[in-house]
Structure formats: structure tokens, C-alpha cells
């Protein structure tokens, strides 16, 4: 919707002119906006007690670390430091392997193996590296994880805006997962994150209920399990 058109249908809504008729605007005002923040209250009750910090999460066989875009087909800061934190979880023994899982819908672009080349450089071994390119969505890497990689206990990283999203999409598919939150500058991006994360939530707790297929499944892999022997 335009400017002009936007401004023209404010001009034609018609606020009730009696007591009566404000009372009930407002009463659905704030029924809908009641319904609009459950799923996020749902998110926050059911993932927030299993966010932790690289220093604190339970130790498990794998951290999953979820695309978070390229920058000229290096991994942007915010996805630069979610694999930081997969470095940190690996170097201390927290992990023993890490699945890494983007979007790789294009042949111009790869964020798993973006991925795989920066956890190299940073020391993680490269066959201890494990890259899933059709996590399309968070319910995509998720379900493809548990029924593709055979994930069952995991650790999840990604950012503390969308980390409680991603915990209770994984516990819906099946895995038992902690969380860690990375922390960034509180910036424009951060901010769009946290809105993103309120009308997002809705599509969340329909995917934990209805649990539906990827948008690409596929045979199941091994390359998991041969990287945790």
C-alpha cells in the first residue's frame, strides 16, 4: 500500500461517535492485540529457562548454527558471530561436531559452506564440520536436523532475538536442545530483528503444531554420525 493510499483509507475510517461504540473499538483493539502477542509470550515460556551462555550450556554431541545471511559471499557480523560462538562451544568441549544450516537455493549463493570455510579458518577441523543446505527457514533446519542429520541433543546458536524461536521449533521436531544467545550492538538490524520476532512467532506456533514437511526433505545423511566417531 502507497503513501497517498494509506492516507486516504485513514481519511475514510470513522471512529464510533458514541461512548458505547468507543468502548467496544477499544475492547477489540485490545483483544487483537492480545492474540497478536501469544505466541510471543508462548516463546518466552517454553524456551526462555534453556537460553544459556557459551560458559554455562549443557555440553551435547553437536551445535546447530542457523544461516544469517552473506556479505559478498563471506558471512555477515551478525552470522560472523554466531560462529564464533560455535568456535568457543567447540574448543571447550562443549560440542564435538557442528551442523551448519542455510540457504543454498542459488548456485551465487552458499551459506553453509560460507560457513564451513570461516569455522575452518578459526580452527575447527574441517571434518568436523557438517553443512545443511536446504534450511530455508528456522521449522526447515530444524526438522531436517532431527529426521535428515539424526540430531537428538543439541546446542543452538544464534542471536537472542530469534534463539527462543529457534528452541521451541527444535523441541517441536524432536530434539533436546539447549540455547545460546549471542549478544550484539543494539542497532537498527537488532532492532528489525526483535519486531521480525513478534509476527514471526505466529508462523512458529503453527509450525509446532501442525509440524509440517520442509520445503525439501530428502534422503537421510550420515556425514553427522561420521563426524562425531
Not at 5 to 14: E, H, K, P, Q, Y
Not at 61 to 80: I, Q, R
Not at 196 to 208: L, M, N, T, V
Request: hydrophobic share 45%; net charge positive.
Amino acid at each position: 500500500m502507497g503513501r497517498r493510499a494509506l492516507l486516504g483509507w485513514i481519511r475514510r475510517v470513522r471512529l464510533p461517535r458514541t461512548r458505547r461504540g468507543q468502548r467496544r473499538a477499544f475492547q477489540v483493539v485490545v483483544a487483537l492485540s492480545v492474540l497478536a502477542l501469544l505466541p510471543a509470550t508462548w516463546l518466552n515460556a517454553t524456551a526462555g529457562p534453556r537460553v544459556r551462555t557459551v560458559a554455562d550450556v549443557p555440553a551435547a554431541p553437536v551445535a546447530v548454527v542457523f544461516g544469517a545471511g552473506l556479505w559478498n559471499g563471506e558471512p555477515s557480523p551478525y552470522l560472523a558471530h554466531r560462529l564464533d560462538a560455535a568456535v568457543q562451544l567447540y574448543r571447550a568441549g562443549r560440542v564435538r561436531a557442528v551442523l551448519v544450516t542455510g540457504d543454498n537455493s542459488r548456485h551465487d549463493y552458499d551459506e553453509p559452506d560460507a560457513m564451513r570455510g570461516y569455522l575452518v579458518r578459526h580452527g575447527v577441523p574441517t571434518h568436523k564440520i557438517v553443512g545443511d543446505y536446504a534450511g530455508f527457514d528456522t521449522w526447515d533446519s530444524c526438522t531436517r536436523a532431527r529426521r535428515i542429520f539424526g540430531v537428538d541433543r543439541a546446542v543452538l546458536v544464534s542471536q537472542g532475538f530469534h534463539i527462543r524461536r529457534a528452541l521451541a521449533l527444535c523441541t517441536a521436531a524432536g530434539i533436546d536442545a539447549y540455547g545460546v544467545g549471542v549478544s550484539d550492538k543494539h542497532d537498527v538490524t537488532w532492532a528489525y530483528g526483535e519486531v521480525r520476532e513478534i509476527f514471526a512467532a505466529g508462523k512458529a506456533a503453527a509450525e509446532a503444531a501442525l509440524r509440517p514437511d520442509p520445503h525439501f526433505l530428502g534422503p537421510k545423511e550420515k556425514g553427522l554420525a561420521q563426524a562425531l566417531r
